[in-house]
């Protein structure tokens, strides 16, 4: 089990930046992957970023020189820095982890990003 909690949400007006914060516990030793999604309200969940545990990375089109995502093994904790926030960047942010072996999705309860313009 894994369990994950976001934090660093918050309102920001264009061109602004965040940094979002996922702290992972639980049977951390056997997570392949971790990442970020989005839901904006009425819209599909979609993956913004992701992280392997080789430190491979993957991006969304809409983000990529936007966003990174970054990780703090010591931690346990995996980042996603936003910079140059648009209003449609304007969504709930999930973290999300897979173990090896699995195909079972941890999420975390969300933090709420609201890019005004």
């Known amino acids: 089990q894994v369990q994950l909690v976001e934090s660093g949400g918050g309102l920001v007006q264009a061109g602004g930046s965040l940094r979002l914060s996922c702290a992972a516990s639980?049977?951390?030793?056997?997570?392949?992957?971790m990442g970020w999604y989005r839901q904006a309200p009425g819209k599909q969940r979609e993956l913004v970023a992701t992280?392997?545990?080789?430190?491979?990375?993957n991006y969304a089109d809409s983000v990529k020189g936007r966003f990174t995502i970054s990780g703090d093994n010591a931690k346990n904790t995996v980042y996603l820095q936003m910079n140059s926030l648009k209003p449609e960047d304007t969504a709930v942010y999930y973290c999300?982890?897979?173990?090896?072996?699995?195909?079972?999705?941890?999420w975390g309860q969300g933090t709420q990003v609201t890019v005004s313009s």
């Open positions: 639980g049977s951390i030793f056997g997570i392949k992957h």
């Open positions: 992280i392997t545990s080789g430190r491979s990375t």
């Open positions: 999300t982890a897979r173990q090896f072996l699995s195909e079972y999705d941890y």
